[in-house]
């Protein structure tokens, strides 16, 4: 049972924290998430996205890091991959070792743990302002956070306070972490643009469609197909906005590097029936509305079927890479813990692997 709820909530914190790229701002994010006592599952996953376009994939299992789009695998070579794949294959046993320590710091003996960290970078081309973030977490809950104005490590949880402790009195650590997030993280940003500039800029309208299993379920909205991934979903209800009984689905990646959305209304078979219910959806100043449910009876168009099956893929192959992490958030309430203060469940042992992103010498 414990294994099930843990895995549900994997599931349900699929991309919670995946900042959306506005217009004029672009973004370099990594992944990385370990693994323990899950046997088929990998150990490591990690995922990169540009722009929200997922370009590289590792795990443990296969041991090598592979392209996931076509102008990745084009613009770079096969040094490209080996330095990659040696990198990742290093973050392996450092995230073994980490949830390790973490099991250690909390009391943990047994159970499934997951070790999160992301990093990256991201840039307004409108208005010049240039942002980094660094963050770990432990079972799906904010354990480190790296505060760049302030440069320094933050922890709002006991059990981190000896790794901030280490961290913020390595100061040549702290000053090549500053140089990574600028210049280098923005320079490979704006590399990696450029070479995905025709896929990274196009536009893709959604495809919209109503869908209910049956007359007691809700109306789903759902919207597929679309790039970028900034899309606006909302009801009307006799030409007015409507806000009771909605849901809002989350965001979801498709394998084409095409996103997917929807939105759900609990409404009675007579509410539907005696009002006219208009399911809106908004995207790059495109709008697209639906106001008839499709049955069983109804062929569904090919985005929605392709969209779901590879988002029940997703969900097992590179979903776990971002679930249950609140990633570049500090969540509501966030104190940060005094270093000083002493804790009873703090173990002894401090972090053995310190926090390191790729270095000078290898490309991100």
């Not at 597929?224 to 989350?250: A, C, R």
């Amino acid at each position: 049972m414990r294994m099930k709820k843990r895995m549900q909530l994997v599931v349900g914190l699929l991309f919670v924290g995946v900042h959306l790229v506005c217009a004029g701002k672009h973004s370099l994010r990594y992944f990385y998430t370990g693994v323990s006592g899950v046997s088929n599952l990998p150990e490591l996953t990690v995922v990169g996205l540009v722009d929200d376009q997922h370009f590289i994939y590792f795990d443990s299992n296969t041991n090598r890091t592979v392209p996931k789009t076509e102008w990745i695998k084009q613009k770079v070579g096969a040094d490209y991959w080996d330095e990659e794949t040696q990198t990742d294959n290093a973050y392996h046993q450092s995230f073994k070792n980490n949830i390790q320590v973490a099991k250690e710091r909390f009391n943990q003996t047994t159970g499934v743990h997951t070790f999160q960290q992301m990093y990256g970078c991201e840039f307004d081309d409108q208005t010049g302002e240039i942002n980094g973030f660094q963050q770990y977490g432990y079972d799906g809950e904010d354990f480190l956070f790296l505060d760049l104005k302030e440069m320094r490590w933050i922890t709002p949880v006991q059990q981190g306070t000896l790794t901030v402790q280490k961290w913020n009195n390595d100061r040549a650590l702290l000053e090549r972490d500053k140089h990574y997030f600028n210049p280098e993280c923005i320079e490979w940003l704006q590399k990696y643009l450029d070479y995905g500039k025709s896929s990274l800029k196009k536009t893709v309208s959604p495809q919209v469609s109503l869908l209910q299993k049956s007359s007691s379920s809700p109306v789903v909205c759902h919207a597929t197909g679309f790039y970028p991934s900034g899309v606006t979903i909302s009801w009307m209800k006799n030409g007015q906005d409507h806000h009771e009984d909605v849901g809002l689905g989350e965001l979801l990646p498709n394998e084409d590097g095409t996103f997917q959305k929807s939105s759900e209304l609990k409404v009675t078979p007579e509410e539907w029936k005696n009002n006219k219910f208009i399911c809106v959806v908004e995207h790059q100043g495109k709008t697209i509305t639906a106001n008839e449910i499709r049955t069983k009876g109804d062929s569904l168009p090919i985005g929605i079927i392709v969209g779901v099956a590879v988002a029940v893929a997703v969900l097992l192959l590179i979903g776990i890479a971002v679930a249950g992490y609140k990633v570049y958030q500090k969540k509501k309430g966030f104190r940060p813990v005094n270093a000083s203060d002493d804790g009873s469940n703090r173990s002894t042992h401090s972090f053995d692997s310190v926090y390191s992103v790729h270095s000078d010498d290898q490309l991100i």
